[in-house]
């Protein structure tokens, strides 16, 4: 077996572009899938009105309010699970919420929006809204917004707003083979190359791989048949990026710890029917 290996193609805050060699597509899908909907983060799941005589009705605000990302980081590890706090009894269970309170009201001739920055955390400093600059909903004059909102982690299957990420995708990395013998260096292929992968310099065509998509307009252009597109065997891109409520580095350790888990509750299952089996005589 060839060994495996990582390489850090991009990274900043909020994003992170892997490149894994020698790794099966289905296990890089895998972690994939998991960061989508295993990894935990916290979202607001409930909102008590105290007063709304806002334009917008409460349901509404409470879906907008739901669906603003709160640090996670370190509530991840604080908190209960989600499948210890996900009905409406374990409101008052230790471990399983926290309050975000946001009290707003406007005067005559008055209007304001209400921004995710005036939902203030009354409990638990580490879990606020990742910015304050996400409209929640525009007060007319002489309007009151009270509320109560009750965060608890969960988990993107159940609910897109517990989702870590905006986006997880894996792609193929592209070859490109160029055949110089057909070549002309008419820089067709170039031109209608949509991200720069293919440039002419010094009457050459330039490579790079990095930059293509796989698009195959370089290959439809060529009257030549001199371009052999194709993919690099085992080797896949994964990038992803964060919704801000926890770091890229946590979401994938935590989603290869929560893949690890997964297979070792697989494997205990099978051993537990073998077991079964061998004690009925199966
Ligand atoms: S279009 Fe074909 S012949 Fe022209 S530069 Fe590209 S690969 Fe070469
Ligand atoms: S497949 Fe598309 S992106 Fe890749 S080199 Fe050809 S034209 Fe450019």
Known sequence: MKDISLEILEKSDNVLKIRFKNVPLAIVNAIRRVILEEVPTMAVDYVIFRNNT??????????????????????????LPPEECSDE???????????LVLEAETGDDEIKTVYSGDLKPIDDPTVKPISDKIPIVVLGPNQRLVLEAKARLGRGKEHIKWSPVTIAVSTYVAKIIVDSKRCTTCGSCANYCPTGAL???NSKLVVDESKCNLCRQCVRVCDYDAIDLSWYQDMYDLKIESTGALSVEKIITLAVKELIRKLDDFLQSLGQIEESGASTGG
């Open 199 to 201: 440039s002419i310099k």
């Open 89 to 99: 009894k374990s409101l008052n269970k230790p471990g399983c919420f926290t309050t």
């Open 54 to 79: 806002s334009v917008l009705h409460d349901e509404i605000i409470a879906h907008r309010i739901g669906l603003i990302p709160l640090t996670s980081d370190e509530a991840v590890e604080r908190y």
